[in-house]
């Protein structure tokens, strides 16, 4: 126990079975006390899902950073080495299936988390790792540290199982344009050459100006298309990570069914809460979606080979 505890914490307990508890999925991302973003968008579908998830936080904010006031702090560095040491003393690395990071704050902390990346996947080879790679978006341009860039591409891009880029981080990681279909898949392989089994791109805008999102591997490339909705809110991004880790690892679901199930719960996320006229995602209609296949209305089709 860290010693910054007080010690009337410590305590033990009379009655706890010794039985480790199961877990899914680490996810290592920003949390907010209100609003969806990181981890407060990601871990309420899945555990709606059933899904086990132990969550580490990187930054504890009040809200995202858009509103006219923002409170709290990026973790300090000591403070995430601590809670992610303290995961590997619960062995939870060797329990869970992926690990999931996603906005990291700050190059100190980029290097402390490539560190337990380094350390945790030696100790569990079959962990599955997903890097979402959070450095900025066209309209905002980067949001991040520049040095967590090449922190991704350098100590963590080589460990990944799978890389969730939108299309503007997929230009920063890949140094390449990704203005089209066939520039994103272009450079997809460019990243599948230094590692990954699969990167998916989300926020490509085809000729027509709807959204496509692209799963790539080496032997295959899928598309799945739709049209653009009125609203920017937060956490769209993370919600379609997590889905698709969980769908391909832990329900076992091709990816192009994984794909299907993720982009038609964000898409009709987004819409119901256009619905509301609410400010931040409405959660709850994400895992209600990919609960019913029923619902999933936008199909994926081959993309181009070029």
């Not at 290592?28 to 899945?46: E, F, I, K, R």
């Not at 990346?117 to 079959?126: F, M, S």
């Not at 979606?289 to 181009?304: G, K, L, Q």
Request: hydrophobic share 45%; with cysteine; net charge negative.
């Amino acid at each position: 126990m860290s010693s910054e505890l007080a010690a009337h914490l410590i305590h033990g307990r009379r009655q706890r079975p010794d039985g480790p508890a199961p877990v899914d999925i680490i996810s290592v991302q920003s949390q907010l006390v209100y609003g969806h973003a990181g981890n407060s968008a990601a871990v309420p579908p899945l555990r709606q899902l059933g899904v086990r998830v132990a969550e580490v936080p990187t930054t504890l904010l009040s809200n995202a950073p858009f509103y006219a006031t923002t409170r709290g702090r990026v973790l300090p560095a000591d403070w995430l080495a601590d809670l992610l040491l303290g995961a590997r003393e619960r062995g939870i690395h060797r329990r869970a299936t992926a690990l999931i990071s996603g906005y990291l704050g700050s190059i100190d902390n980029g290097v402390v988390f490539a560190k337990f990346v380094d350390e945790t996947l030696v100790d569990a080879p079959g962990l599955k790792y997903c890097l979402d790679p959070v450095i900025g978006d066209t309209h905002t341009g980067p949001y991040v540290e520049p040095g967590l860039e090449t922190i991704f591409r350098e100590r963590l891009l080589p460990h990944a199982w799978m890389v969730t880029p939108n299309a503007f981080e997929l230009e920063r990681l890949s140094e390449m344009p990704c203005q089209t279909e066939r520039e994103c898949e272009a450079a997809a392989h460019h990243l599948l050459a230094q590692g990954p089994f699969w990167v998916v791109t989300h926020s490509v805008r085809d000729a027509a100006g709807q959204l496509v999102t692209m799963a790539v591997s080496r032997e295959e490339a899928w598309k799945i298309t739709t049209p653009e909705l009125p609203i920017d809110v937060a956490g769209t991004g993370d919600v379609l990570t997590a889905m698709l880790v969980a769908g391909v690892l832990l329900d076992q679901l091709s990816m192009p069914r994984a794909l299907e199930r993720a982009v038609n719960a964000v898409h009709q996320m987004l819409e119901a809460t256009l619905e509301r006229g609410i400010e931040e995602v409405d959660l709850n209609v994400a895992a209600t979606v990919a609960r019913d296949p029923t619902r999933w209305i936008f199909r994926v089709a081959p993309a181009s080979r070029g």
